[in-house]
């Protein structure tokens, strides 16, 4: 009772209820809420405090920047979202107010986009090097199954591509990174696609920001390879997930493409399966299925494997 009193007082103010409806579109900055509500820094911080200190929404640091969203606990933001459908479309403030987000979301996109132009040519190299992406999302959806997932984890989350191929099988996805820019690249993706339930948080794969046994789906595509630990890296996500969830592995077979480690910062050239096995074991996991997916003929030279893991 008196936790929704004080949401109730919290959302009792214009402006507060402004941040709010922002908010229920997806994650800003003190500075883009600055710009959007017209209203200084001081004042808008303030108005975050006490929204955070009610449980309706959340600090999240990332590096020099600090994002704010809804809550993903309690009440708060179901009390959040009701508000926000419950907000006339046509009021004049709130109407400036979403011109206002929609400039600043062009603003981030654009800047995404300018950094994923500067590596896409990489990106580009190493894709003609195996099976086309789409052959890989289609056999990591058979094999990850119909859901749906309660909460989805995806580790390493690039271009937010993961998120968007399980977006409509799961409640919640949130894809984890500690790249800033490639963060902002899928904040991007995610905000183009309409993809309010999923979202992006800057963590490092050693120690994620979640409980234990809270995931229903963790991925890790294509990350393994780059990690000084990959074990460890399994071992961390074996215990977010929940007992009975699922862990889809995507990396590439033992190969000898040494440019990859000197040009791509490749740590490792594949892994076997016997390795992998034996990671996913330790990590306390069982490995259920194992699939190769070999590079169309004369397309390319790396194999890629997906590794499907569950908890007992």
Request: overall charge negative; glycine content about 8%.
């Amino acid at each position: 009772m008196d936790s929704l009193v004080a949401q109730l007082k919290a959302l009792a103010e214009p402006t507060r209820l402004r941040v709010v409806v922002m908010l229920a579109r997806g994650e800003l900055t003190v500075s883009e809420l600055v710009g959007i509500l017209g209203q200084s820094q001081p004042r808008v911080s303030r108005h975050l405090k006490l929204l955070t200190d009610a449980g309706l929404a959340e600090r999240l640091p990332e590096g020099a920047y600090v994002f704010y969203r809804l809550t993903d606990s309690g009440g708060g933001r179901r009390l959040a979202e009701l508000v926000n459908e419950m907000v006339p479309a046509d009021d004049p403030v709130i109407a400036r107010d979403v011109e206002r987000l929609e400039r600043t979301k062009a603003q981030r996109a654009a800047a995404a986009q300018d950094y994923f132009e500067s590596v896409a040519e990489d990106w580009d190299r190493i894709r003609k090097l195996h099976l086309s992406d789409g052959a890989v999302e289609a056999a990591m959806r058979d094999l990850a199954g119909a859901g749906p997932f309660g909460l989805m984890l995806d580790v390493g989350v690039a271009t937010g591509r993961m998120l968007e191929l399980f977006a409509d099988r799961v409640e919640r996805g949130i894809g984890i990174d500690i790249n800033h820019s490639m963060l902002n690249v899928a904040r991007a993706n995610l905000s183009e696609a309409g993809l309010t339930h999923c979202s992006v948080r800057h963590a490092d794969v050693g120690a994620l920001p979640f409980e234990s046994d809270s995931a229903d789906l963790v991925t890790v595509h294509q990350v393994l390879h780059y990690l000084d630990d990959p074990a460890m890296a399994v071992s961390e996500c074996a215990r977010v997930l929940k007992p009975g969830g699922r862990l889809l592995v995507v990396d590439f077979a033992p190969h000898q493409l040494e440019e990859l480690r000197e040009e791509h910062f490749h740590r490792r050239l594949g892994f076997s399966d016997e390795e992998m096995s034996e990671v996913i074991e330790r990590a306390g996991l069982s490995l259920s299925k194992q699939v190769d997916l070999h590079p169309e003929e004369d397309a390319g030279e790396l194999t890629l494997k997906i590794w499907v893991a569950a908890k007992g």
